[in-house]
């Protein structure tokens, strides 16, 4: 099974160390292409930025024959338009993970970044319909390429935000809304007290049971456009 994985070189890497025997993943980190990614996605503008660029490249990972295709981002930005041009699953990391916290909890929080990016992440909720499961919706308070460096005091921050969320709005489990503050689940999950998703592995997991069950989106619901050449 080879997965293309929408990403950076460590992030793969991570993956490649997660994934089952038989399964290869890259990110055809030799494809140019024409659009160009954000170093971050904080705004809907960044969206639209990053959903040209999933868009083409899964149209370029079909087209090299990979089985699969995982997109980088909580947000999903191009996911559905890709599932447009493509017959190959296109794996959106906030949708696996919202609909994977339903299935572990009754009432979950999630962390968003910035406040700024607070209404994305409800409009997302909404769109997956987990509105009334969310317990909360919380702001972290810091920006996306500081989560990265996981300083100490961002990690006890985070921690101390989960906890809040469990004592003071119910949650039984924790989405981080950020890849990159996913990636620190396992971390953090043991000193919060309940499940932290992490979006990331899950979408790992989800791309291997789809390729792994024969399955992918329906044609009815992403048609391909006529006008691109569709029957």
Known sequence: MRICFLGTNERMSYLQGLASPGVELDNMADFAGTAKRPSSIE????????????????????????????????????????????????????????????????????????????????????????????????????????????????????????????NEDGADAIVCACASMSLLADEIAPRIGVPVVNSVRLSLRAAEMLVGAGLTHSAVTFPQPVKLGAA
């Open 43 to 166: 705004s809907r503008g960044e969206e639209i930025e990053l959903a040209v660029w999933v868009i083409e490249r899964a149209i370029e990972a079909e087209r090299r024959g990979f089985d699969a295709v995982i997109t980088g981002c909580f947000g999903d930005p191009g996911v559905e338009a890709a599932r447009e041009r493509v017959r190959i699953p296109v794996i959106a990391p906030g949708e696996t993970a919202l609909l994977t916290a339903r299935m572990i909890g009754q009432h979950f929080s999630v962390l968003s970044p910035l406040p700024e990016t607070v209404p994305i992440v409800r409009e997302q909720i909404h769109r997956t319909g987990m509105h009334p499961f969310v317990a909360s919706i919380r702001s972290f308070g810091v920006p996306v390429e500081r989560i990265r460096d996981r300083d100490p005091k961002t990690v006890a921050d985070l921690i101390a935000l989960g906890r809040r969320c469990v």
